[in-house]
């Protein structure tokens, strides 16, 4: 493939995270000699962030190969309709229906610990009269629900900077699903306690993806990095075959 066409992997972050969550990752992508972009997700409404990314991905040339963790695979599955992208791949992730929302696929399972755990938090929205609320996970539980087998230490230091998730993006409705038209592939989280693994697993065999079990956390990135490169290195490949 010529410099132009060669894929770009786009990694796109959940709640509660931010970019750095591809911290072990992104060297194994770039060692392979792969163009890599990790954008900041505002991540306050799934419609207004998918967009976002979209006009990420349109800036791209060539195909894109869109990553997505968690709340991030709601994002890729309405970004991801973009001419351009090539492969989806979902990490312990949320594949949606067309018109569907996070709330409505989440309901048809047994809570997780998250549940239990979210702080609420209202935020002003700049000529709103009523303010905005802001979801984040409690500073003291957020290791063992999110981070179990991540270093304690990063785990800490995760749990004090977290990116809130605005409470409107549970409920908007997804409106496409790229995973019809687009290959992809799933990882499922098997000993998340963010995301029941049984909302990933539904998500992944309604869409017909590849899919792949690790026994992790949530936050599969920082906890089995090399697993997550060969999950992603496999969508490069197809693209480039």
């Keep these: 493939m010529t410099a132009s066409t060669s894929p770009t992997v786009v990694l796109v972050h959940g709640a509660f995270a931010d970019a750095s969550s591809f911290s072990r990752v992104i060297p194994e992508l ?65 594949a949606l229906e067309e018109g569907e929302s996070l709330g409505e696929l989440q309901g048809g399972f047994p809570d997780s610990d998250l ?62 699903a790229a995973w019809k038209t687009k290959p992809s592939w799933g990882l499922v989280s098997s000993s998340d306690r963010t995301i029941n693994p049984d909302v990933e697993r539904f998500g992944y065999r309604r869409a017909g993806m590849t899919t792949v079990e690790v026994d992790s956390s949530h936050l599969v990135m920082l906890a089995h990095p090399e697993r997550v490169a060969d999950l992603i290195r496999e969508a490069v490949q197809a693209v480039r075959s």
């Design 30 to 94: 770039l060692a392979d000699g792969l163009k890599v972009v990790a954008p900041a997700v505002p991540n306050r409404s799934l419609i207004g962030d998918a967009a976002y990314v979209a006009s990420v991905v349109r800036q791209i040339p060539g195909p894109v190969v869109l990553v997505g963790h968690s709340y991030g695979g709601a994002v890729i599955t309405v970004a991801g309709a973009e001419e351009n992208v090539a492969a989806l791949v979902y990490l312990a992730g949320y």
């Design 115 to 176: 549940a239990a755990a979210l702080v609420y938090t209202p935020f002003p929205i700049e000529g709103a009269a009523e303010p905005g609320t802001d979801v984040s996970v409690d500073v003291e539980k957020f290791p063992a629900i999110f981070a179990a087998d991540v270093d304690k230490d990063v785990a800490a230091v995760l749990a004090v900077s977290q990116r809130p998730l605005a409470a409107q993006a549970f409920a908007e409705a997804a409106p496409a």
